[in-house]
DNA sequence: CATTTAACAGACAGGTCAGTCTAGAAAGGG
DNA sequence: CCCTTTCTAGACTGACCTGTCTGTTAAATG
């Protein structure tokens, strides 16, 4: 046990790795068990002992990149103080994201779409909470009116922009939602 | 030949018909061959001298569901004249969908999750470029300086209340959008 | 050194899927 | 009355999938 802790990655972190790039590039439908544990340099039988089943799996890979992603995001925005530049530094996060190298769009929605079980449609909830949750308490910050209804609006944008990303591949779609975001903080902001 | 046109729907028709229920109810990757032929009531050799492979037949599903669509929104959009009210409209005609029992987000953006292959790909482009230029046009002429840039932003609102109803399961997504899409017109022409 | 634990490789079962093929039924035309 | 065409029913192949099970090996512990 100790020693695992030494001698490299864990078969549970080796595991959620391989799963991660597999199934994000290519969908956690169309990539099969023997693909995972191949990749993870692991046996089939340890990953039935550490996860109990494929659902399992995918549900710790998303909720893994739900971590990943927040803490990034929140990362990001560490650089700003401004309420205003904060809110709109969300998009320009994403468009780091959408500027990566395998790209392939939100990895819940795909999930989701994909494989519509309730271990999935959970860890979507809990992420689309989250960044709700986010963009609506920095629309407060930064002084709306009704910063749920904004940050609902804001979500979309950020939904939106990243479908168009992958399904337009078009990574600038980043951009053209910060501006949007932008115009849409400056008319709650001028009708309050 | 003659006598099928007077005797109901044809075996090609039938089959479209269970594949747009199954599939998208289901997803394209979830729902077999089998199925598909059972609700048809056709035999499966039917299906293969009709559309010769699974691929085909989602494409012809998909190009029949941007079919529908677009003439949906179109003669939703006829009953108004006023460019504003018909840009505005789009996102009306969408809470129309949403609405609906079994409405399940966008056929196109699930698809391409489900099984990205060329043939999917090409469909959910056309599709997408339908919306993106009737989104721009109707920017056009409400008078938005820049509506290529108006149409972009309007999509990626389009997208993110399809998302939003699906992921969420709030219909009502659609409201949100039309109100932040009549901010984003209002923002733009005050530019002008 | 002995024992226990965990990881390994891989065969295997049971099921599903796309696509092909055979054979029979129905129906219209000569 | 036969023939051609088209549909139907369904068996079948080969591939792939998840999940289980059987041994084997290696390492850590007492």
Redesign the interface.
Known sequence: MSAKAVAGPSARERLLAAANELFYAE?V??VGIDRVIERAGVAKASLYNTFGSKDELVRAYLEQRHAVTAARITRYLERYADPRDRLLGVFEAQGELFAETGFR?CA???A?????GAAVSRA??DY?GWVRGLLTSLAGEAGAPDPD?LG??L???????S??AR??RDPS?SA??R??AA??L???LAAR
């Open positions: 969908g439908h169309t769009g819940f929605a795909s989701s779409a994909e494989s519509p979507a909830d689309r209804r609902r609006q979500h979309m944008l950020y939904d939106g922009a479908l168009s399904m337009d779609a053209a939602a501006a949007a115009a849409l400056d008319a709650a």
